[in-house]
């Protein structure tokens, strides 16, 4: 009982203590449960901090993305519109493009997608534990994106609508320019017509009181010739002796009245002729002004010019008439006055008709030289329309060679890239068998030193030997025909070259033609618009010459009407002698009269109370007429006054016009100027760049070839210690011969080969006599070698000097276009009144960074617009002195021949032209530029230039060629020395 109490206590202890630690247990794992939830919810809230801020970076980022992404559309935009003006401008300038290129995309160059692969996990962030009891607030989130996009929408709203606003008010303001320019033109037609209307009145009126004064002169002509009758039937009467003296008395004093009249006449008459003429003058000059300020007045009617000759006639006798009315002789004499009024005005008429006819003949002179004007005028229109016709028949079959000749060019660049291609080919082919050679010739070496080393048999030896050399035979013929094979290809390389080079020498020569073609047909054009505007005024001449030929049958009618007065002056002549006649048998009649006298006494007195009625109605009349004079004067003397203010008005209206006229000319022709100036000097920038593109590419070519040099350098020097060690090679051979020699005469006594021996040394004396003559030979190549290496850095010296002294004066000619710019601007300035904005010169400052000289040019860049000339100077000193230190040194291998990968992108750099890619910096052109330029050139000059050079790479790919075929021969000297050797061991 004792024993199973124990038992069971020691169970029941063994209990309680397995159950105090599981319960210990438990709670250890409960506590580690509530430690896992806790670390869970903080790392929870970690994390969400976290996600919210890389949520807020990523829409920060997004939103940095967008806005990138815009700039480079925009970028990418401008980008291709200066593409486009660059395409615009070579298809203006007539470039063309041997080699295309593939289309590529733009966008797929610049962004290629990028792929990260992480293979290690970030690690977990250690939590401070300051952190871990915080209480950590939700920030407040605002979409960053979202606000943006609606402020540029707002933005964006906005602008458009002040877009529209500013196209409304231009629509507005160019109607309000219009409206204002049309109301200028038609107060400016209104002035104009209303002065013609005001000169047409006044023409009207004044013809309308002469036409009054006409006719009131033939009244009184009339009753001047009733008077007359009544006279005559007076001079009928019988009169006596007093009657007669006293009338003679009259008479007398009549005459000396009549004499003052007709000077006062002779005055008046030549104040008013010239009165006219400066009315006529006045009015002319008017018009004319008036026809060249406004074309439109054309039409309108001119005042009447021979308004001077229809008044003339009328006005003597209207000036005459009062001295005649007052005059009124009772007597006989009334008729010889009357006959000599009228002889002197036929004199005068006379002399008018003197006049015409000298005008008439003028005008027949100005006639005859229009008409040889138009017949010159239509003689080089003819002769302009063949040339024309001549000149795009000329144009068409440039087109057409153009044509031609891009084809042949076309087809001659892939020619030329598929024999270059076949030449590589060669080459590599080349190459592989000299590398076969040298190994089979090492090959061959180890298996015959390891037969002489075990001691084989000589025959054995003498037999791998001969088949070695017949091997060595057939890959030397091998050798020799691949080389020929190369030479072939390269002369038909050259060939095709030389052609090529022709072909765009046809090609430039060809585009100056196109260019000298275009510059023909401007001028042309020109010669058409001079020959419409002859064409304008020989119409106007030709209307000229028609109103001066109604004017001349005017004139000739007037003359044929003075011929009739003439002809009635000289029949008043014969009927005045008539009466001369008649006088004197009067005379002789009046005392037969005496007796009438006292009867007619009372018919005398009633006459003679006529009489001085009718001298009344004269005394009215004369009046009447004075009054009307002085009315014409005074009106004669407004139309001048007038006529002088409408001249001045003219005149100073057409200064004005031609001063704004000659402004607006000196302002266009300075914005022309300055628009040369500008082509021009954006001219002498590309030709800037150009230079400084092709100087930095011989620069670096002359790095490369400075750095291929110095290696060919160190392969002479190598070279020049194989030739010392197979000069020495050469004397133990000799040592070894006699020895040999000696041997095989030995062996000849001993074994009866001496014929044999003898022969074999003959051919080994040959071989050392040939490899003595080679030796010498390549020692004459080297020393050429040098010689033609220091020549070429002479050149290279001199034509870095001409490039520096090229580019001091294109400096010279940039600063003297900028200072003629600057005098143009200040001179636009002048005249305009208005300050122009400054022009963006670019300094040396934003000129891109030059590439180290050991760097190789992987392709020509693009360069800056303007570099300092002390920088200039400081780059090329160096190099110059780099140059003249190094020294004569041998000429660099072709790219084909080429170890090193910068010597190959010198020769692909060499190769192909220049090419020219936009600068950043936008300058206006106007294209100048008469230029013809082709894609990778930039004018005629830099394709010459590359023509040059390449010609000059083709002669050092010649020269090249040449010193690889001594090097060949050289390697051939030493294998066969090589030989030698081992045919002496062998036979040792």
């Given amino acids: 009982m004792t024993r199973s109490a124990n038992n069971e206590a020691n169970e029941v202890q063994y209990l309680t203590r397995e159950l105090q630690r599981l319960t210990a247990e438990n709670n250890a794992l409960h506590q580690q449960l509530v430690d896992a939830a806790d670390a869970q919810d903080q790392q929870a809230r970690k994390t969400a901090l976290v996600v919210r801020r890389l949520e807020n970076e990523l829409a920060d980022v997004k939103f940095l993305n967008s806005q990138l992404l815009t700039k480079v559309a925009a970028e990418q935009r401008k980008c291709d519109e200066e593409r486009k003006r660059v395409d615009d401008l070579f298809k203006r300038w007539q470039v063309w493009s041997g080699t295309k290129l593939a289309p590529t995309s733009g966008m797929a160059k610049r962004f290629q997608p990028q792929h990260m692969e992480l293979t290690t996990g970030l690690e977990p962030l250690a939590i401070p534990p300051f952190l871990a009891t915080a209480k950590i607030i939700d920030p407040h989130i605002v979409d960053v994106v979202k606000v943006a996009e609606a402020k540029i929408r707002d933005m964006s709203a906005r602008v458009e609508e002040a877009e529209l606003r500013e196209a409304d008010l231009k629509l507005q303001i160019q109607d309000l320019r219009a409206q204002v320019r049309t109301r200028d033109d038609e107060i400016h037609r209104s002035e104009t017509v209303t002065q013609l209307e005001a000169e047409k009145a006044k023409t009207t009126t004044n013809d309308d009181e002469l036409r009054r004064l006409r006719e009131q002169n033939a009244h009184l002509m009339k009753s001047l010739t009733d008077l007359e009758a009544e006279v005559h039937d007076l001079r009928s009467m019988s009169m006596d002796s007093e009657l007669v003296h006293e009338l ?30 400066r009315q006529e003058a006045t009015v002319a000059a008017r018009i004319n002004e008036g026809l060249q300020t406004d074309p439109d007045l054309a039409s309108a009617p001119a005042p009447p010019a021979p308004a001077a000759e229809q008044t003339l006639a009328p006005v003597a006798p209207t000036s005459a008439a009062p001295s005649a009315a007052a005059a009124s002789p009772p007597a006989q004499p009334i008729v010889k006055w009357a006959l000599e009024q009228e002889l002197a005005d036929a004199h005068v008429k006379l002399r008018q008709y003197a006049t015409l006819e000298t005008q008439l003949g003028r005008l027949r002179t100005e006639v005859c030289d229009l008409h040889a004007q138009c017949a010159s005028q239509a003689e080089q229109m003819k002769a302009l329309r063949t040339e024309k016709t001549q000149l795009q028949t000329d144009l068409d079959e440039a087109n057409a060679a153009r044509a031609e000749l891009l084809d042949h060019l076309h087809s001659l660049d892939h020619a030329t890239e598929e024999l270059t291609a076949q030449v590589q080919t060669v080459v590599a082919q080349k190459e592989n068998l000299e590398q076969m050679y040298h190994q089979l010739l090492d090959r061959r070496e180890a298996e015959v030193h390891d037969e002489a080393e075990r001691g084989g048999d000589q025959q054995s030896a003498a037999a791998a030997v001969a088949t070695e050399c017949e091997e060595c035979m057939k890959l030397t013929v091998e050798n020799i025909a691949l080389k020929e094979d190369v030479a072939r290809r390269q002369r038909d390389l050259d060939a095709v070259v030389a052609a090529t080079a022709d072909l765009k020498t046809q090609a430039s020569s060809y585009v100056d033609v196109c260019a000298q073609l275009a510059a023909a047909q401007r ?154 100036k500008d082509a ?59 020895a040999t020699v000696q041997e095989l005469d030995r062996v000849a006594k001993d074994r009866g080969d001496h014929a044999v021996c003898e022969h074999r040394v003959q051919e080994l004396l040959q071989a050392v006599e040939t490899l003595r003559q080679r030796n010498e030979h390549l020692e004459r190549m080297v020393q050429e070698e ?96 780099a140059t003249r230190a190094m020294g004569p040194m041998p000429v660099a291998a072709p790219a084909a021949a080429a170890t090193t990968p ?25 294209p100048s530029s008469n230029s013809n330029t082709t894609p990778g050139t930039v004018s005629t000059s830099g394709f010459r230039e590359w023509k040059a050079e390449k010609q000059a790479i083709q002669r050092e790919l010649a020269h090249n060629d040449s010193v690889m075929r001594r090097k060949q021969a050289f390697m051939e000297s030493s294998e066969l020395l090589r030989s030698v050797a081992e045919m002496e061991r062998t036979m040792t």
Avoid: C
């Fill in 523 to 676: 001028q042309l054009e020109t010669i058409q618009q001079t020959n419409t505007q002859l064409n304008a005024t020989v119409q106007q001449q030709l209307a000229i010459i028609q109103q001066q030929s109604r004017e001349l049958t005017d004139l000739k009618l007037d003359s044929e009407k003075h011929a009739r007065n003439a002809l009635i002056v000289q029949q008043l002549e014969r009927d005045m002698e008539r009466a001369r006649g008649e006088l004197q048998s009067v005379q002789s009649l009046l005392a037969e009269a005496n007796q009438t006298v006292n009867q007619r006494t009372a018919q005398v007195n009633r006459m003679h109370q006529q009489i001085q009625e009718i001298e009344m109605e004269k005394k009215n009349l004369t009046t009447e007429i004075n009054n009307v004079a002085t009315d014409l004067t005074t009106l004669i003397k407004e139309n001048q006054l007038l006529n002088n203010d409408l001249h001045t008005a003219t005149l100073a209206k057409q200064q004005n016009l031609q001063e704004a006229a000659l402004l607006r000319n000196q302002i266009q022709a300075l914005q022309n100027d300055l628009q040369q």
């Fill in 680 to 738: 021009e000097r954006h001219q002498l920038l590309v030709q800037y760049k150009k230079l400084v593109t092709q100087q930095e590419t011989k620069a670096d070519a002359r790095a490369s070839m400075q750095a291929a040099l110095d290696q060919y350098r160190l392969d002479l020097l190598v070279k020049d210690k194989k030739i010392a060690q197979l000069s020495a090679a050469l004397d133990q051979l000799r040592g070894r011969h006699d």
């Fill in 786 to 881: 040098r010689l033609r290496a220091h020549k070429l850095v002479l050149a290279s010296q001199a034509e870095a000097k001409t490039l520096k002294d090229q580019l001091q004066g294109k400096s010279a000619i940039e600063a003297r276009l900028e200072r003629e710019l600057a005098e143009t601007r200040r001179q636009l300035e002048n005249l305009s009144g208005v300050g122009l904005p400054p022009i963006p010169v670019v300094s040396a400052a934003a000129a891109p960074p030059r590439k180290p000289a050991s760097a190789p040019p992987a392709a020509p860049a693009a360069v800056g617009p303007a570099f300092s000339r002390s920088t200039r100077r400081a780059e090329s000193e160096p190099k110059a002195a």
């Fill in 902 to 926: 910068a010597q190959a992108k010198l020769w692909q750099a060499k190769s192909t032209p220049p090419a020219v890619t936009p600068s950043n910096t936008t300058t206006t052109a106007t």
């Fill in 248 to 277: 003679q008395e009259e008479v007398q004093a009549l005459h000396e009245l009549l004499q003052t009249a007709r000077n006062q006449y002779g005055h008046l008459t030549h104040e008013y002729e010239a009165l006219l003429a």
